[in-house]
C-alpha cells in the first residue's frame, strides 16, 4: 500500500528553467510534508517542508505547494542549475494523540537531470 | 549544525555473520533516531524507530531478532543485521530527531547510509 506515490519516476530539464516534482498521497491524516534530495550513496538532504495549514512555502528557489482537497504537493525549483540534478523524495507524516510522533513515509523518488 | 554520521559507510562479509552499524548525531541530542533501508531505485523503507533508554518500535514485516536495534544515549543508536544473508545487502540510512521543544515538530536528519554487501 504505497500512501505516498512519486508517479514520475525521472524528469529531464533545461538549466535556467522551471522543475515541477509532483507528490501525491492518500493518507489524511498525513499533516506535515518534506522534500528530501539524494545523491546516489548518500542519505538524504532535506529541503524545504509545509504544514497542512499552510498551501505554500517558499525558501530561495524552492518553493512547495500542498493541495489539501486534491492530496497533491509539489516542488518548484527556479532557475534550475545542473546542480540541482539528483533524486527527490517527498516524505509525509502523521502526528499521532497530539505530538509529534513524526514517523516518516517517503515516495519512490523522482529522478531529476537538469542539462547545460 | 545538525549532522548525523554513520559507521562503517561500507561493509562486506561472509553469510552468517553479524554487523553492527553506528548511527550518531553529532551536534545535537536525538530523543528518536529512524533506521532505513533502501534497495536500488527504490523507495527509502522504514524499519524501525528506535527512541533513547526503550525498545525499538519495528515495521511491520520486520523481524526485530533479525535487525537488533539498541538506542542507549541520546547520540547513539546502533543496528546489528544478525546471521546475515546475502538477502540483507541494502544501503541502510539512519536518521536523527531533535528533542522535542513545546510540541513543534522537528524534522530528520540522516547518515549518509551504509552499504551492506553480504557474500
Known amino acids: 500500500d504505497q500512501q505516498v506515490k512519486q508517479n514520475s519516476p525521472s524528469l529531464s530539464v533545461q538549466e535556467g528553467r522551471i522543475s515541477i516534482l509532483n507528490c501525491d498521497y492518500t493518507n489524511s491524516m498525513f499533516d506535515y510534508f518534506l522534500w528530501y534530495k539524494k545523491y546516489p550513496a548518500e542519505g538524504p538532504t532535506f529541503l524545504i517542508s509545509?504544514?497542512?495549514?499552510?498551501d505554500k512555502n517558499e525558501d530561495g528557489r524552492f518553493t512547495v505547494f500542498l493541495n489539501k482537497s486534491a492530496k497533491h504537493l509539489s516542488l518548484h525549483i527556479v532557475p534550475s542549475q545542473p546542480g540541482d540534478s539528483a533524486v527527490y523524495f517527498c516524505a509525509a507524516s502523521a502526528r499521532a494523540g497530539g505530538t509529534s510522533y513524526g514517523k516518516l513515509t517517503f515516495g519512490q523518488g523522482t529522478i531529476l537531470t537538469v542539462h547545460p | 549544525g545538525a549532522v548525523v554520521s554513520q559507521h562503517p559507510s561500507w561493509v562486506i562479509c561472509k553469510s552468517g555473520t553479524s554487523v553492527k552499524i553506528e548511527c550518531r548525531s553529532l551536534?545535537?541530542?536525538?530523543?528518536?533516531m529512524f533506521w532505513y533501508r533502501q534497495f536500488p531505485k527504490q523507495s527509502l523503507m522504514l524499519m524501525a524507530t528506535s527512541n533513547e533508554g526503550s525498545k525499538a518500535t519495528y515495521e511491520q514485516g520486520v523481524e526485530k531478532d533479525k535487525f537488533l536495534i539498541n538506542h542507549a544515549s541520546l547520540t547513539l543508536s546502533t543496528l546489528t543485521v544478525t546471521s546475515a544473508h546475502p538477502e540483507d545487502s541494502s544501503f541502510y540510512i539512519c536518521s536523527a530527531r531533535e528533542r522535542l521543544r513545546g510540541g513543534a515538530y522537528n524534522e530528520q536528519f540522516f547518515g549518509p547510509g551504509t552499504r551492506l554487501t553480504v557474500l
Open positions: 509545509i504544514s497542512s495549514i499552510k
Open positions: 551536534d545535537f541530542q536525538a530523543t528518536t
